[in-house]
């Protein structure tokens, strides 16, 4: 795609435009401010790395937010019967014919 004489080609969240002498920019996605107080960001960053954005810090904390959601779900026993009582239920409401 070509945007103002330059192509546009998306890498995940970086984009680099590309101009006819192939020197290209990386350009970081849009950012945004929150308001944290002191305290909270303290804590975010004890979850850090050196050198590692809290941009970084927290898209890590999101996706092991949303996996642990996953696994609670997948792995959540309430409402489920073994296997072996699935089957003998499903036996019994759908006998073989013989």
């Not at 960001?41 to 927290?58: A, M, P, Q, R, W």
Request: overall charge positive; some cysteine; glycine content about 4%.
């Amino acid at each position: 795609m070509l945007v103002n004489n330059y192509e546009v080609k998306c890498v995940t969240e970086t984009f680099k435009y590309y101009n006819t002498y192939n020197y290209y920019n990386n350009y970081k996605m849009e950012n945004t401010t929150i308001a944290l107080s002191k305290e909270l960001k303290e804590k975010i960053s004890e979850f850090g790395n050196k050198g590692e954005s809290f941009s970084d810090i927290l898209q890590r904390m999101y996706n092991s937010a949303v996996q642990r959601q996953l696994n609670d779900f997948l792995f959540n026993e309430k409402g489920f019967i073994p296997i072996e009582e699935a089957m003998a239920e499903a036996k019994k409401k759908w006998p073989k014919s013989r």
